[in-house]
T-cell receptor, first 115, second 113 residues
Framework: AQKVTQAQTEISVVEKEDVTLDCVYE???????LFWYKQPPSGELVFLIRRNSFDEQNEISGRYSWNFQKSTSSFNFTITASQVVDSAVYFC????????????FGAGTRLFVKA | DAGVIQSPRHEVTEMGQEVTLRCKPISGHDYLFWYRQTMMRGLELLIYFNNNVPIDDSGMPEDRFSAKMPNASFSTLKIQPSEPRDSAVYFC???????????FGSGTRLTVV
């Protein structure tokens, strides 16, 4: 069965520290998509990135970077030089198609960045 | 574009009352999703529509829940009768396609007392 595990429930760092949020997924499908979303204290969910199962290239966007490794079924998210505004809950999600598509979200990792 | 618009932002109702949540998706997005978020169960997909047609409602918890999408720019999620365990944040989201990232609305925080 498909599964998304975000083992880190909460992480607390001091501003300017680098932090990596882990995401491990399980699926038997060969075609799937992985996502990261951010939920700041205001409550809305913001899409950050999508990766398909055939594209293992890492991606960097400003202070954010993502490392996708099929060999370990992981899609980790690193924030470099964290800032207070990065404080949020971050969700990893897995989407696949089997006669209709399904999406499941991980439980989320709450990140506290202290000034 | 104003994004996905949900109303109301907050709703407090008494047990047994009917509750209607509303959503306006982004124009041109063919997919619309209703999610529920609780501390215990996290984010759960309730139902999704493709081109206004309900495709998968397997996440709808009970017959008390119903959703409609009468046109491409409007959807409702109705709970009748409401119960305290329905208290949650309900999100509407839309997307160009099922494998694209979703744009979420601000959510409706529902409290049933």
């Amino acid at each position: 069965a498909q599964k998304v595990t975000q083992a880190q429930t909460e992480i607390s760092v001091v501003e300017k520290e680098d932090v990596t949020l882990d995401c491990v997924y399980e699926t038997r499908d060969t075609t799937y998509y992985l996502f990261w979303y951010k939920q700041p204290p205001s409550g809305e969910l913001v899409f950050l990135i999508r990766r398909n199962s055939f594209d293992e290239q890492n991606e960097i966007s400003g202070r954010y970077s993502w490392n996708f490794q099929k060999s370990t079924s992981s899609f980790n998210f690193t924030i470099t030089a964290s800032q207070v505004v990065d404080s949020a809950v971050y969700f990893c999600a897995l989407c696949w198609y089997t006669g209709g598509f399904k999406t499941i979200f991980g439980a989320g990792t709450r990140l506290f960045v202290k000034a | 574009d104003a994004g996905v618009i949900q109303s109301p932002r907050h709703e407090v109702t008494e047990m047994g009352q009917e509750v209607t949540l509303r959503c306006k998706p982004i124009s041109g997005h063919d997919y619309l999703f209703w999610y529920r978020q609780t501390m215990m169960r996290g984010l759960e997909l309730l139902i999704y529509f493709n081109n206004n047609v309900p495709i998968d409602d397997s996440g709808m918890p009970e017959d008390r829940f119903s959703a409609k999408m009468p046109n491409a720019s409007f959807s409702t999620l109705k709970i009748q009768p409401s119960e305290p365990r329905d208290s949650a944040v309900y999100f509407c989201a839309s997307s160009l396609n099922w494998y694209y990232g979703y744009t979420f609305g601000s959510g409706t925080r529902l409290t049933v007392v």
